[in-house]
């Protein structure tokens, strides 16, 4: 087991012990918010003919040279209607937005630029060759790759499917399994929200609300959030290998440290499970564990609420990535100037709670790792370097959004 590792090596090592979950093929109408596990290519053009992006005329540039110029209607073209016209010298075509462009024509001029006519038409300037001109595949050309292995069909993704007609039962995608994740928060003094009212030395539970709705979020399975509520390491150890039955990973809160109560220590031995690491040079959540039990990832947080949900963005992140076989799941990073003066100051790596505004991070206030009101409404993670002395307004940070 390697221990008091940097940030790096235990994503590097979280990633090197995790195995994405297997594929499937299913029909492209019930993949919404799966991630694809193979290229999908376009059987079509789209748009599949030259069209117009704009009410106006089609005509041929070449006769607009001498704008302005008069030009004969040969006829009118709608969107969803088709033109068997060859337009040839001093013609033109009335044409309709997504209507196709008949044979002939290499641009369209704007209805505004025209008089309007019926039978003639006066066109008020020249145009340039393919002015006004959508190509046939100018979206999407036939045997494109449209959606890359490891997309999560979302919003967009989806649309592109329909736009290529492959959003039907009967075309079958190939994509990654859902990924189920398991949740289990120890601790004696925790209670559900079902004990009214709170009993003395108790309090409410909230590691797993905050975990299961960042894991519905990012589109995983949770296939048991069981309050384990206990400090008990026989019963911690049935739970997981109860929830590894049906999970591909354990996520687990509380526990980790060096307490008495410190559960995990004795648990994992019972399950025979093997430990990768524990602590990692970082504030908070320092004693972070990754173990492995008949193969499946069990993540274990520190249990203080930021803890556990700053851990969670930047590890399990990484590890859903992985399992997921979509990179996307991974907070995206970036560098940024500090707008508020951080105090605090220490030889370690400090993760604070942040707001990047305007390409700027603001922190609020209140950063104990017990503390989880003041997260409701930031969007980011700051991180803080070592340092010598308070971080003044202006330093540039790294960011990793939520
Ligand atoms: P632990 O990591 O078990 O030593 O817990 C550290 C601190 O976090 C203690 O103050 C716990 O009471 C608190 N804590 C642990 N688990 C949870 C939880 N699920 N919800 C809220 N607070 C918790
Ligand atoms: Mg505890």
């Known amino acids: 087991m390697e221990t008091g590792i940097s940030v790096e090596r235990a994503i590097e090592l979280i990633r090197a012990y995790t195995n994405p979950v297997g594929t499937e093929r299913i029909p492209a109408i019930k993949a919404h918010g799966r991630v694809l596990a193979a290229d999908v290519k376009s059987p079509i053009d789209q748009p599949p003919w030259p069209r117009s992006p704009l009410d106006g005329y089609a005509l041929r540039s070449e006769d607009t040279k001498t704008a302005p110029v008069k030009l004969k209607v040969a006829d009118t073209v709608y969107a969803g209607g088709w033109s068997d016209k060859t337009v040839g010298a001093a013609q033109c075509v009335h044409i309709m937005t997504g209507a196709p462009i008949p044979d002939g024509c290499d641009c369209v001029i704007r209805q505004e630029d025209t008089d309007g006519g019926t039978d003639e038409v006066l066109i008020s300037k020249s145009l340039r060759h393919y002015e006004n001109y959508c190509f046939a595949g100018e979206d999407?050309?036939?045997?494109?790759?449209?959606?890359?292995?490891?997309?999560?069909?979302?919003?967009?993704?989806?649309?592109?499917?329909?736009?290529?007609?492959?959003?039907?039962?009967?075309?079958?995608?190939?994509?990654?399994?859902?990924?189920?994740?398991?949740?289990?928060?120890?601790?004696?003094?925790?209670?559900?929200?079902?004990?009214?009212?709170?009993?003395?030395?108790?309090?409410?539970?909230?590691?797993?609300?905050?975990?299961?709705?960042?894991?519905?979020?990012?589109?995983?399975?949770?296939?048991?959030?069981?309050?384990?509520?206990?400090?008990?390491?026989?019963?911690?150890?049935?739970?997981?290998?109860?929830?590894?039955?049906?999970?591909?990973?354990?996520?687990?809160?509380?526990?980790?440290?060096?307490?008495?109560?410190?559960?995990?220590?004795?648990?994992?031995?019972?399950?025979?499970?093997?430990?990768?690491?524990?602590?990692?040079?970082?504030?908070?959540?320092?004693?972070?564990?990754?173990?492995?039990?008949?193969?499946?990832?069990?993540?274990?947080?520190?249990?203080?609420?930021?803890?556990?949900?700053?851990?969670?963005?930047?590890?399990?992140?990484?590890?859903?990535?992985?399992?997921?076989?979509?990179?996307?799941?991974?907070?995206?990073?970036?560098?940024?100037?500090?707008?508020?003066?951080?105090?605090?100051?220490?030889?370690?790596?400090?993760?604070?709670?942040?707001?990047?505004?305007?390409?700027?991070?603001?922190?609020?206030?209140?950063?104990?790792?017990?503390?989880?009101?003041?997260?409701?409404g930031t969007n980011c993670l700051a991180e803080l370097p070592p340092s010598d002395r308070p971080l003044e307004k202006g330093s540039p940070v790294w960011v990793w959004m939520l």
């Open 140 to 376: 999407f050309k036939k045997g494109d790759v449209l959606l890359p292995s490891g997309t999560r069909l979302t919003g967009n993704a989806f649309g592109v499917l329909a736009a290529a007609g492959l959003l039907r039962e009967d075309e079958l995608l190939t994509v990654y399994k859902p990924v189920r994740c398991a949740v289990l928060c120890t601790g004696d003094e925790l209670v559900p929200n079902a004990v009214r009212p709170l009993p003395k030395g108790k309090i409410y539970s909230s590691n797993e609300a905050v975990l299961a709705a960042r894991l519905t979020e990012l589109g995983i399975e949770i296939t048991t959030v069981q309050g384990e509520f206990s400090d008990d390491p026989n019963a911690l150890a049935d739970a997981i290998r109860q929830a590894a039955e049906e999970a591909d990973v354990i996520l687990t809160t509380g526990g980790v440290s060096v307490g008495a109560k410190d559960i995990l220590h004795e648990t994992l031995p019972i399950l025979n499970a093997e430990r990768i690491f524990w602590r990692v040079k970082l504030k908070p959540g320092t004693p972070l564990m990754f173990s492995l039990f008949e193969g499946k990832p069990i993540l274990s947080l520190s249990g203080n609420p930021f803890a556990a949900s700053a851990t969670f963005e930047l590890f399990a992140r990484p590890l859903f990535a992985k399992l997921c076989g979509c990179e996307d799941l991974k907070a995206e990073t970036l560098q940024a100037p500090l707008e508020t003066p951080f105090e605090k100051f220490g030889k370690c790596r400090r993760f604070v709670r942040a707001i990047l505004r305007n390409g700027r991070v603001i922190l609020p206030e209140g950063h104990s790792s017990g503390q989880l009101a003041s997260s409701v």
